[in-house]
T-cell receptor, first 113, second 110 residues
Framework: ETGVTQTPRHLVMGMTNKKSLKCEQH?????MYWYKQSAKKPLELMFV???????ENNSVPSRFSPECPNSSHLFLHLHTLQPEDSALYLC????????????FGPGTRLTVT | GQNIDQPTEMTATEGAIVQINCTYQ??????LFWYQQHAGEAPTFLSY????GLEEKGRFSSFLSRSKGYSYLLLKELQMKDSASYLC???????????FGKGTRLSVIA
């Protein structure tokens, strides 16, 4: 248990669906991250939030839309996804963006059909 | 840009020692990290090196040579539960986010 929770743990959605992934951290951290982990590929950073402001957006397609309503919660809104978007989506948090250690949630295994 | 290389898979025997190497090319350097990730679980932090040398933490040690762009993770007295992927990650200058390697899948056999 890392102090970072994610729901749902598994999600299957069609290409026309809209769904949201949720992340919550109970560590009092100020920075939160979304990563994508595909088979045989490195972890890919998608978004970084610091004090609820987006500070990094790594050329992610607009069908992925993040939201950070407060420093403890992070959402990833999904719409009109493609099959190649199927992956493990990991949330992480750290004290701030300059800190070394990131704490990861268990991830959401997403399958797009 | 940044590039991180590590072997894709390794196999070692229970009770033995294994060394997992990581080489990197970065435009700046502000620390190297090792994470462990069991199948279906979140990555967990193992170690952090920013200066040259060896950092020891129980059965795990991590080494860094900045001039060579090289690090290794050393696991001693291997146990079956050490079977996992080991991710090398590098931070560039300033507050740039971590860049991860593809990970090394370690299998510990009896």
């Amino acid at each position: 248990e890392t102090g970072v929770t994610q729901t749902p743990r598994h999600l299957v959605m069609g290409m026309t669906n809209k769904k949201s992934l949720k992340c919550e951290q109970h560590l009092g951290h100020n920075a939160m991250y979304w990563y994508k982990q595909s088979a045989k590929k490195p972890l890919e950073l998608m978004f970084v939030y610091s004090l609820e402001e987006r500070v990094e957006n790594n050329s992610v397609p607009s069908r992925f839309s993040p939201e950070c309503p407060n420093s403890s919660h992070l959402f990833l809104h999904l719409h009109t996804l493609q099959p190649e978007d199927s992956a493990l989506y990991l949330c992480a948090s750290s004290q701030d963006t300059s800190r070394n250690e990131q704490y990861f949630g268990p991830g959401t295994r997403l399958t797009v059909t | 840009g940044q590039n991180i290389d590590q072997p894709t898979e390794m196999t070692a025997t229970e009770g033995a020692i294994v060394q997992i190497n990581c080489t990197y090319q970065t435009s700046g350097f502000n620390g190297l990290f090792w994470y462990q990730q069991h199948a279906g679980e979140a990555p967990t932090f193992l170690s952090y090196n920013v200066l040259d040398g060896l950092e020891e933490k129980g059965r795990f040690s991590s080494f860094l040579s900045r001039s060579k762009g090289y690090s290794y993770l050393l696991l001693k007295e291997l146990q079956m539960k050490d079977s996992a992927s080991y991710l090398c990650a590098v931070r560039g200058l300033g507050n740039t986010p971590l860049v991860f390697g593809k990970g090394t899948r370690l299998s510990v056999i009896a």
